[in-house]
């Protein structure tokens, strides 16, 4: 740098180059969706090896010295800088550190493994067989373990922080621990005395098929109702639904089974809780790393603020009961099914069982926390990978009351996570669930009369409250800090587990 | 460069950069497929940005100059390099010309003139407002003047033919003019001919509707029938019909008329000519310049090829007409309209008109050769663009006897080219369809009862012939040599004036 650079043309700079990252991660955004989408098979070697490519290329423009050196002197003179700006300047920092913190080699030596592991996976968990996948997750493990030294002491981390700090930046396992525990204390009689009461429910089930047509066209009138925005986005189908694309064009996504509809569409509607919130960042940065979205653990509280606490809730049912009547009606199907109360039944049916994917809200927790203690101890070498289908069955027997034993496919083998190391990412989704209750607990207080508006498909001042309080905050706060301002404090499981007794013992 | 970087080493290096190129355009080609077929309105502006973003940083990579160091001494080493290598390298080179024989200034410049101007005229065009237009256009042409200085001067080349070589390169307007001069002499009264001929054919129209989900199965249908890999690529629909994506996954698209299928079944078969081209390109070269489609004249000769050649011809309507009748056959349309020779009729109607992308296969010359005349006037200087309207109206009046006068929307505004400078582009429509019937011709001449293949819907040894011939080629020769090699001389006109003979009057 020379002398002559001002403070402010360091700022410009910097940017710039985050800037045009911005832009090479619209078209690998695009080309993801497209690869889970659109793409015929044939296409996928080639598209591979495009997407690694602007994948290297992101992480050499991030990551190079120059932007280092931009980034100290940033912050050094950050007092010329606007809060936002400094804000920017700090995410750039997170950013640069994520892409330097860990050697090219391990980076390499990992994407080889997970890899394979991941392709092996496919197969091997189909014929449920771990000792041959036994080996290859051992090595996706070992890497990730020295991913997680290298990274922990740039950072200034402990190695399992510094793996969940990729997802959610500024949290702690000794923050997280606490919260786990209460849960883990509070679900497993919770479920027992759920699931009694639920016998007694006389549940209506629809019948014969729903064709995928009326599902898509129910989904998006849904969507729109409750403020997707279609000149900004679209819903498609995939394997694995997901929410993808870029913040100016939101993709979604589905699958569809004709004779369940209810997966489908709660599906449609958690991810245009994503979504929105995508939709909903603030425009004046949506080009810097300020205007992203803040963590995996809010953006998932946002998916569940749609799903758990708005769509499967009875005024939402209310309000949606004759519209699903009217897109899905049909012969075989009895009148009081589409009723409010039945659809509530429906919705919220709890049953502990082996597959996170599957699991009801209630259950869903003990699964996340199950692989957060086991992710936990993989990485502080207090667990090999050969014991895990043991601790996996002790742990499934003791929160869920179900044996894993020798059912590996539906044991550890079944999420895709660990296959390729990303080892961090499970706490995110019940950080998510439980910032959701808080969140909606906060939003009740701040609106008169919000379940009415609610009931009657009025979504306009719940909208704003989210734009004004999560969406338009994009990272300018940090997680703790954000919640702070939403909620008026950090995260309390105590939102959760009311909202839990509310829903299911009231 | 080290002076101990060995000859191996440089030749290594300029494939490792010309790979990254192509990781690139893999990206920004799916990204334009996408936003002509799937993006929602609302993400245009931010695909605007990323897509000059790619091509920018395409544009870089490729123009460096150290790419030229390594491209002088490929040259000067030439001898230890095999033939596909040194072809290689010339097409290297060409891309390395096109990229650095124009100031930057200058690409900026042409780059808002051209947004500008093509976006006005969408407007303007349909308000038939020349009066505000020309100035625009005027800014346009006077840009397009001066790259084609600069580059000619960098490449040697006339100030039009450099144009020209953008998209034919190794082809002069010298060569053209003679060509284009015995079309023009035969083509006016030869219209006459077919006109007056096709007054006593008695035509059976179709009737009603053809659904569009009947449409699509149909060219889907033909698509696979005639080689399209639906491995590697798709159909979808798009406002103006194009084959784009990449050779190893290629979208072509239509747009569908429920009133008229034929216009969106040749169509869906011209582009499938283009297609075709791009799936048989070579595959150990696909990531190389030498491994890309030769020129726009070959590639509009294989769609050409597709469309006029095989599709609209007797044998292959016979072979068609049967699974016409059978995704398209409605209560309001005669019987007799489905058969063979009904068909052809019905896809080989001359009727000169105003408008070029409608024209017939007689006429469509002539709208090429009246825009190519002007376009070379326009960069000579020989024309201004005030007078555009007036030379218009009197090349219509002497070529197909129609007067365009006031008529701008249907006369010199018809056209998206010129609004962006793509000057040097039209003549390539015409010598795709001069390249097609000599191909299709040599192909005759080494298939044994090629026809009566066509007619049994068995494409395999035409399709070989093509891919050893032309596909398989890439740009492995300039083109004149790939049309020796295939056809045994360079383009001679005749055998499109031949073909139109046998077409529309035997």
Wanted: hydrophobic share 35%.
């Amino acid at each position: 740098m020379t002398v002559q650079t001002s403070q402010s043309q360091v700022y410009s700079q910097l940017e710039n180059t985050f800037q045009q990252v911005y832009q090479l991660q619209h078209l690998s955004a695009i080309a993801h969706w497209d690869a889970a989408t659109m793409m015929p098979s044939g296409g996928n070697q080639a598209r591979g090896r495009a997407l690694a490519e602007i994948s290297g290329l992101i992480n050499q423009l991030i990551g190079s010295a120059q932007v280092g050196e931009w980034l100290q002197s940033a912050q050094e003179h950050s007092q010329e800088l606007s809060d936002w700006q400094q804000a920017n300047v700090r995410e750039m920092h997170r950013k640069w550190l994520n892409a330097t913190s860990i050697s090219n080699e391990l980076i390499k030596a990992k994407s080889i493994a997970g890899s394979r592991c991941e392709h092996a996976w496919r197969t091997y968990r189909s014929d449920n067989n771990w000792i041959d996948f036994q080996p290859l997750l051992q090595e996706v493990i070992q890497l990730t373990i020295e991913e997680s030294q290298q990274r922990g002491e740039a950072m200034g981390l402990k190695p399992y922080d510094a793996l969940l700090n990729l997802y959610e930046p500024g949290q702690l396992s000794s923050e997280i621990d606490p919260i786990f525990a209460k849960l883990k204390q509070f679900l497993p009689e919770f479920i027992h005395q759920v699931v009694a009461r639920q016998t007694h429910d006389s549940l209506i089930l629809p019948q014969g098929k729903f064709p995928v047509e009326q599902q898509k066209a129910l989904g998006c009138e849904l969507m729109k109702r409750v403020g997707f925005n279609f000149e900004h986005g679209r819903l498609d189908v995939s394997h694995h639904p997901f929410c993808g694309g870029v913040p100016e064009d939101v993709r979604i996504t589905t699958r569809y089974q004709e004779d369940d509809f209810s997966e489908s569409l709660m599906g449609v509607l958690h991810e245009t809780g994503h979504a929105k919130y995508e939709q909903g960042l603030p425009e004046d940065w949506l080009q810097q790393p300020v205007g992203e979205a803040r963590c995996m653990g809010i953006h998932e509280s946002q998916s569940l603020f749609q799903e758990m606490q708005i769509a499967r809730g009875k005024p939402f049912l209310q309000f949606a009961a004759p519209i699903l009547k009217k897109f899905l009606g049909n012969a075989e199907t009895p009148e009081q099914c589409w009723q409010a109360d039945n659809l509530f039944l429906l919705n919220n049916r709890v049953k502990p069982g082996f597959i996170r994917v599957n699991a009801d809200e209630v259950s869903y927790p003990l699964h996340v926390i199950l692989r957060y203690e086991i992710e936990k101890d993989l990485i502080n070498g207090q667990l090999k990978v050969a014991d895990l289908p043991e601790v996996w069955d002790q742990k499934m027997q003791t929160y869920l009351g179900l044996s894993s034993k020798d059912n590996y496919r539906d044991g550890c083998m079944q999420d895709i996570h660990w296959t390729d190391g990303s080892l961090g990412y499970f706490p995110t989704y019940t950080l998510g669930a439980m910032n959701a209750a808080q969140i909606f607990s906060a939003a009740r207080q701040a609106i008169n009369g919000l379940e009415q508006q609610i009931a009657k498909g009025d979504f306009s001042q719940l909208n704003q409250w989210q734009r004004d309080n999560i969406w338009s905050k994009g990272s300018f706060y940090r997680v703790n800090d954000l919640m702070r301002h939403a909620t008026g404090e950090t995260l309390n499981p105590d939102y959760f587990i009311n909202h839990l007794q509310q829903r299911f013992l009231s």
